[in-house]
T-cell receptor, first 116, second 119 residues
Framework: EAQVTQNPRYLITVTGKKLTVTCSQN?????MSWYRQDPGLGLRQIYY?????VTDKGDVPEGYKVSRKEKRNFPLILESPSPNQTSLYFC????WGGGTTNQPQHFGDGTRLSIL | AQKITQTQPGMFVQEKEAVTLDCTYD???????LFWYKQPSSGEMIFLIY??????QNATEGRYSLNFQKARKSANLVISASQLGDSAMYFC????????????????FGQGTILTVHP
């Protein structure tokens, strides 16, 4: 089954404790992206990756890191989480992102992070 | 400046009636894409419909259609014959080029509209 898999689905942790949210897709997609969803703000793009070893900042990259060492994986890293990073996070992928606008994103089921 | 504006925080519709969800956007790109997604209470994001900026005809997908008015920069979603299962949050999104103008990596979402379908 074609899917985007995020782990964990839920996490409660404390300020300053490094964490990683994994994202994996099995559709051989070139493009992957991370979003956070907050009430009243919709989804905001954190980082995106056009292909392996190619990443770029979205609208709200502060406090986050990403890496794209393999095509299928795009982990989101919070080096020193803070309470304002409490949010619902989505990973998404699409076939490609360059030169065309018409590829819809396929989303994971979301990761709810609570930073105390 | 808000790139995607959804002015209706909540909408109500009677089952079997049609409903229009508004979306206006702001971009200086000539080539861009507009998407609508549905998010049920279970939380997943479901792709509904796509409209390209160069598409001359309005997009349709089953009961969903997109009323695209390029000069007014609006891309309203029309749901015909509403069903109880249409109750959800709906997001409008735009894909445009990055700062270098070379790729379509950036995707911007609106704040969303909560649709409630009454029996």
């Amino acid at each position: 089954e074609a899917q985007v898999t995020q782990n964990p689905r839920y996490l409660i942790t404390v300020t300053g404790k490094k964490l990683t949210v994994t994202c994996s897709q099995n559709m051989n997609h070139e493009y992957m992206s991370w979003y956070r969803q907050d009430p009243g703000l919709g989804l905001r793009q954190i980082y995106y990756s056009m292909n392996v070893e190619v990443t770029d900042k979205g609208d709200v990259p502060e406090g986050y890191k990403v890496s794209r060492k393999e095509k299928r994986n795009f982990p989101l890293i919070l080096e020193s989480p803070s309470p304002n990073q409490t949010s619902l996070y989505f990973c998404a992928s699409s076939l490609w992102g360059g030169g065309t606008t018409n590829q819809p994103q396929h989303f994971g089921d979301g990761t709810r992070l609570s930073i105390l | 400046a808000q790139k995607i504006t959804q002015t209706q925080p909540g909408m109500f519709v009677q089952e079997k009636e049609a409903v229009t969800l508004d979306c206006t956007y702001d971009t200086s790109d000539q080539s861009y894409g507009l998407f609508w997604y549905k998010q049920p209470s279970s939380g997943e994001m479901i792709f509904l419909i796509y409209q390209g900026s160069y598409d001359e005809q309005n997009a349709t997908e089953g009961r969903y259609s997109l009323n695209f008015q390029k000069a007014r920069k609006s891309a309203n979603l029309v749901i015909s014959a509403s069903q109880l299962g249409d109750s959800a949050m709906y997001f409008c999104a735009m894909r445009e080029t990055d700062a270098g103008g070379t790729s379509y990596g950036k995707l911007t979402f609106g704040q969303g509209t909560i649709l409630t379908v009454h029996p």
